[in-house]
């Protein structure tokens, strides 16, 4: 990529045809012709047909369809068509179920997207970022993303944060291009698609854009799709573990018959039936159209899903950290009062904070329009010379005003930050005493007092000045003035949220920039279980390792940094938690980022939004509750296909395959077994509707291996009890030949298999729960069609004969003794006996090394 800095702005902007009234509608219309969308990755969508090889291809099914084709080969055309019938459907399925949950991500995100405002036809007008060309004027905030690469034109205090592309921590100052080759032709004067501003304000004159931006030529590797999260993993392994099982077991029945017929064709279909069968062929779709229906859910209730697998997240989410505006407060910080240094009221104090907030640049927030609102005292006929905007580090501003002749700097701040900064004090009738012991003490005092009143206290301080520009040593012998004071009303709906929460397992700690007094005010205020406390200076003073075994039992955090945000995230999760952060500022924006879950708010700064992972559209705590509650719902669905995989279509299957072993005949014909497994497909096809009743909603829901494998066995063995009998039954109570043997097997098998979902649904007994209609709808239908095709009219095609009365009577009775002790043992197969009811959480153990950072 061009070094486009080099050669001056006159010379850029005339190749580009640039002017500062911007470019015109249809002039940007046909560029973008040209160039094409201003997008880092652009994503052209695959099209059916590539989408459909690439199913056609994957192991699985090419396996089934080479089964389809040997099966058609050999005559067996009904075998061949049901394979085939399968695979369609487990395609078509997953495509269409796919395509909708893209569309509805796609959508959410559009919701959420980034704007940007640039000239057009003469007018600030604000567009998708994804619209700019290059030749555009934009105009870029503190908090907010450079859309492009290109030229300053105009900066105030503009500091850029380019990690994304240099891996420098720090802040970059930015400076308007000089006009000609020359001294200051660097990259100073450039801003680059994909950073931020993390203070200060610029013009930027649009050069390169979407793929030709220096963040376009990396941007494929970061956008690398996010690492599975563990309950991703899980499922994954799990899979895997059926398949292996799978693959041995269809082995073993092949040397089996092998032996004992030689080769057959029936025994080889039968294998492949078997491997058809066992495969979970539907995990996918159930995942995706979980997690699809959940965001859609989620979105009603304005909260906006950016990355789907992040609800499951949710689910398993045991720590929320917030910040503390706008989730606990109202945000309607009101200026309510200004102070001397003794704590008398002070129009002096209002004056200078006025001249503060009016002159200063950069990160103007929300304590500097409250000083703005308020418009008490004016300070007249004063003009700005520099300004040192503030930033999360200093937590200052100062501005440097001239009039007539007289110069002075005028700083606010944080009061520590301020005071560490001050050598004197100015007394109400304007002279200047030594701030010294006695007076600091009355000072911290003061600040203290209001601070227990829940009151937050900006410092604001003075100093005569001779220099015209403003350096960080030039805030330094400040004479203190006094206090100006804001109210931030706390948000009353917040005690009952995040009672919700920890109702939910949920701990809530509270990290802010803010002081110790405030925040204790606000805690005590909302009665929020808090317990610990640690402060930013604290932190720093602290080895990683020591932080990680202070955050767990600390819930507020106070006076932190930035960065400190994220080291206590990190910390968190290293000791095996899955951490969330909830944030809307600048300064939140990395925390957000190291958390499992990253959160922020519709307001909020584009680069804490740019973050997260998921955005609330109202910034309610209580909103978040339902979330969490909806994760753990797509998890218990998960959960839902899982145990049915792993107890009964496994069990059944295991059950035929050993019996294939010890009859001289096979217990199900290939095409029969196929067919079971195409119906219970079908039954299946309800759980991701279905909702989560008795399920166990006081812990975070992580994906437990040893649940799946404890649930697995006892209900497995259980299943294959019930099938022996059905064997003992057919043999030696009704003396079956191989067609009645086969079809009383069916029937007794598809109907435990696809009922036991009404009781596996749910850990509370099965009667009080409501599954959903569509999953009444499918289960029952798919047994109806079973039922229908076994033993009515067209049962010959798959080799089925009519049943006497006595033996569908007895399979009835086998069935309802199966279903009666699934439901008595499924109680301690799901663990529920040995939950306590509290909301104590274990931890789940620490993730491997190298697992931290997820994307
Ligand atoms: N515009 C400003 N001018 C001067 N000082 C400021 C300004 N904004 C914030 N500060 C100081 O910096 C501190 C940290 O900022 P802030 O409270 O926004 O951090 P935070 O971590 O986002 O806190 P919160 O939890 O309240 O959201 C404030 O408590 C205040 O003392
Ligand atoms: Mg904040």
């Known amino acids: 990529m061009a070094a486009f800095w080099l050669d001056g702005l006159d010379a850029v902007a005339g190749r580009l045809g640039a002017t500062p009234a911007g470019l015109s509608s249809s002039e940007a219309d046909a560029r973008r012709g040209r160039f094409g969308p201003n997008l880092a990755v652009v994503r052209t969508e695959r099209s059916l047909v590539a989408r459909l090889a690439h199913r056609l291809a994957e192991p699985l099914v090419a396996i089934l369809l080479i089964a389809a084709a040997v099966t058609g080969l050999t005559g067996d055309w009904q075998s061949a068509a049901v394979i085939l019938v399968i695979v369609a459907g487990s395609i078509g399925l997953d495509m269409a179920q796919e395509r909708q949950a893209a569309r509805t991500v796609a959508a959410l995100k559009r919701s959420v997207a980034v704007t940007a405002r640039v000239q057009r036809d003469g007018e600030a007008a604000e567009i998708a970022v994804a619209e700019i060309v290059p030749g555009d004027i934009v105009e870029i905030g503190a908090g907010e993303l450079v859309p492009a690469d290109g030229l300053v034109i105009a900066a105030a205090g503009a500091v850029a944060d380019e990690a994304v592309l240099t891996g420098e921590p720090y802040g970059v100052e930015k400076h308007p291009a000089p006009p000609a080759p020359g001294e200051g032709c660097d990259e100073g004067s450039a801003l680059f698609g994909g950073t931020s501003l993390v203070s200060g304000s610029a013009t930027m004159l649009v050069v390169a854009t979407g793929a030709d931006t220096r963040f376009g030529a990396i941007a494929e590797a970061l956008q690398a799709s996010a690492p599975p999260t563990s309950f991703e993993r899980g499922v994954h392994a799990l899979g895997m573990l059926i398949l292996r099982l799978t693959g041995f077991l ?94 008398a009221g002070s129009a002096r104090v209002a004056g200078l904070a006025a001249l503060n907030a009016r002159f200063v640049g950069g990160l103007r927030n929300n304590l500097d329009q409250a000083i703005l609102a308020a418009r008490s ?168 390792a020591a932080l990680a075994t202070r955050a767990p039992d600390t819930d507020l955090f106070v006076r932190v940094a930035p960065d400190q945000k994220a080291r206590i995230v990190a910390a968190l999760r290293r000791r095996g938690h899955v951490v969330g952060f909830i944030g809307d500022g600048i300064n939140d924006a990395p925390a957000i980022h190291a958390a499992d879950v990253g959160l922020s708010v519709d307001g909020g700064a584009d680069v804490a939004r740019e973050a997260a992972d998921i955005i609330l559209l109202d910034p309610d705590l209580g909103v978040l509750a339902d979330g969490v509650a909806e994760g753990r719902r797509t998890y218990a669905n998960i959960m839902k296909y899982v145990r049915m995989g792993t107890s009964s279509n496994f069990g059944n299957m295991l059950s035929v395959a050993v019996a294939s072993m010890l009859l001289p005949f096979l217990p199900l014909a290939p095409l029969q077994i196929l067919l079971n497994n195409l119906v219970y497909d079908l039954s299946e096809i309800g759980i991701p509707f279905d909702r989560d009743d008795g399920g166990d909603e006081t812990r975070p829901q992580v994906w437990d291996m040893h649940a799946v494998l404890r649930f697995t066995l006892v209900m497995g063995p259980l299943s294959s009890l019930f099938d022996f009998l059905t064997f003992g039954v057919l043999l030696y109570g009704f003396d079956a030949d191989v067609a009645t043997f086969r079809t009383g097997w069916f029937v007794e098998s598809i109907a435990t298999q696809i009922l036991v979902i009404f009781l596996i649904r749910t850990a509370g007994p099965f009667w009080k729960g409501r599954p959903n209609p569509i999953l009444v709808l499918t289960s029952l239908g ?74």
Do not use: N
Not at 434 to 455: C, K, N, Q, S
Not at 514 to 532: Q, Y
Not at 788 to 794: C, E, H, S, T, V
């Open 250 to 343: 269809v082995l073993a029945v092949l040397l089996a018959q092998l032996l004992r017929h030689g080769l057959t064709l029936e025994g080889f279909l039968f294998a492949v039936a078997l491997a058809v069968g066992l495969t979970p062929e539907l995990l996918p779709m159930v995942m995706t159209v979980t997690l699809a229906r959940g965001a859609a859910r989620m979105a009603r209730r304005k909260v906006v899903v950016k990355r789907l697998a992040a609800i499951h997240d949710l689910g398993a989410m045991d720590i929320l950290c917030t910040d503390k505006t706008g989730t606990l407060t109202e945000a309607r910080i009101a200026h309510v009062a200004s102070l001397g240094w003794t704590g």
């Open 377 to 544: 005292a004016k300070e007249e006929g004063w003009t700005r010379l520099d300004d040192l905007p503030f930033d999360f580090e200093r937590r200052r501003a100062s501005v440097l005003l001239e009039r007539g002749g007289e110069r002075i700097i005028v700083t606010k701040g944080a009061p520590e930050a301020v005071l560490a900064r001050a050598t004197h004090c100015e007394e109400p009738d304007g002279t200047l005493v030594p701030l010294d012991a006695d007076r600091r003490a009355a000072v911290d005092a003061l600040i203290a007092g209001r601070g227990r009143e829940g009151l937050r206290l900006l410092a604001v301080g003075w100093r005569p000045a001779e220099a015209s520009a403003l350096t960080a040593e030039g805030e330094a012998g400040l004479i203190l003035s006094g206090f100006a004071v804001f109210l931030d009303p706390p948000k009353a709906s917040a005690t009952a949220a995040v009672a919700r929460l920890v109702r939910a397992g949920i701990r809530v700690k509270i990290i802010s920039g803010d002081g110790e007094a405030v925040v204790s005010h606000l805690v005590g205020t909302l009665s929020l279980p808090a317990t610990g406390m640690l402060t930013g200076a604290e932190i720093a003073a602290m080895s990683d």
């Open 782 to 855: 798919a047994l109806a069609l079973a039922l229908g095709i076994a033993l009515g009219p067209f049962g010959a095609v798959f080799g089925f004969v009519a049943l006497p009365a006595p033996l569908l009577l007895a399979i009835a009775v086998i069935a309802a003794l199966y279903l009666g002790s699934a439901e008595v043992l499924k109680r301690f197969a799901m663990g529920a006996a040995t939950r306590g009811g509290g909301g104590i959480v274990p931890s789940p153990p620490a993730p491997l090394a190298g697992d931290l950072p997820r994307r």
